[in-house]
């Protein structure tokens, strides 16, 4: 894999995490927070569908590397709900 073809699998996986993001109405950060979510959202993703036997949907092939973006994308969902609650829980509420 080349350097060009990491840095598109990255900005991919940025987009990937920031839709995720916006599914579920909970951003953690900026750009770079985007890019974790959405790397972790690949692989939470790609082993939920391969746990439930579900096909890889939309794939983006780059140096005989496969991202799943379908399955990147509702991780990135999952892994953002999962933050928002975690940070709901430590968070201690403010009263007016």
């Given at each position: 894999?080349?350097?060009?073809?990491?840095?598109?699998?990255?900005?991919?996986?940025?987009?990937?995490?920031?839709?995720?993001?916006?599914?579920?109405?909970?951003?953690?950060?900026?750009?770079?927070?985007?890019?974790?979510?959405?790397?972790?959202?690949?692989?939470?993703g790609l082993w939920m569908a391969n746990h439930f036997g579900l096909p890889v949907l939309?794939?983006?092939?780059?140096?005989?590397?496969?991202?799943?973006?379908?399955?990147?994308?509702?991780?990135?969902?999952?892994?953002?709900?999962?933050?928002?609650?975690?940070?709901?829980?430590?968070?201690?509420?403010r009263r007016r």
């Open positions: 894999m080349t350097f060009i073809e990491l840095l598109a699998l990255l900005a991919i996986a940025m987009v990937c995490g920031s839709l995720g993001q916006q599914l579920v109405g909970y951003s953690a950060g900026g750009c770079l927070i985007s890019l974790v979510v959405g790397a972790f959202g690949a692989y939470l939309l794939p983006i092939n780059f140096g005989g590397r496969e991202f799943p973006v379908l399955w990147s994308i509702l991780g990135s969902a999952l892994f953002s709900i999962a933050l928002g609650l975690v940070n709901a829980a430590i968070r201690p509420r």
